[in-house]
């Protein structure tokens, strides 16, 4: 006769069982509490950012208006009294620094760069006799600002930019105003 004895369940290997069962479900509790966790916290990362552009912007502004203001004075000033100038100019940088420090960077149009949609904005055209010049910055005005985290412009560098033109740019008596300034 085969007969199998059955001997009655180890209750320490059963006990044994109930505590790996507990402790993965704890893991497994653990794991998504760090998820939100994780989720929670760069929420909250991203919201400090945005309020802290919301709040810094008036001021990045102010600070780019007073930047642009003391570049023109500076380049005013420049043959008649160099060392104001180079004061107003040091001024300058100092304020860009400012706005660095904010979160942003200043950048400038570049006489002979083409122009980019985005990241130049044209205050007006000078006309040239070289059709390679042709949509390049002849004149940079002010500059424009950079997102340094996003590298997204906040606002475009303001320039002048080169028109090439293959008509003589000679005015000539014999056209009429077609505005009609009598």
Do not use: W
């Amino acid at each position: 006769m085969d007969e199998t004895i059955q001997q009655p369940p180890d209750p320490v290997l059963d006990r044994l069982e109930r505590v790996e069962a507990q402790l993965a479900d704890f893991h497994q509790r653990s794991a998504h509490r760090e998820s939100v966790i994780d989720r929670l916290h760069a929420e909250n990362q991203e919201f400090r950012e945005g309020l802290r552009r919301v709040v810094l912007e008036p001021v990045v502004s102010d600070l780019l208006r007073l930047h642009d203001s003391m570049v023109r004075e500076a380049v005013r000033l420049g043959g008649a009294e160099p060392v104001a100038a180079k004061l107003l100019d040091s001024y300058a940088d100092e304020v860009g620094l400012a706005v660095e420090r904010c979160g942003y960077e200043l950048f400038f149009a570049i006489p002979g760069e083409p122009f980019t949609a985005g990241r130049h904005t044209p205050a007006g055209t000078v006309p040239t006799a070289e059709p390679d010049s042709d949509n390049t910055v002849a004149e940079a005005l002010s500059a424009g600002l950079l997102e340094i985290e996003t590298g997204k412009v906040r606002r475009p560098a303001r320039a002048r930019f080169h028109r090439f033109d293959a008509v003589d740019p000679a005015p000539d008596s014999s056209v009429s105003d077609p505005v009609g300034s009598e």
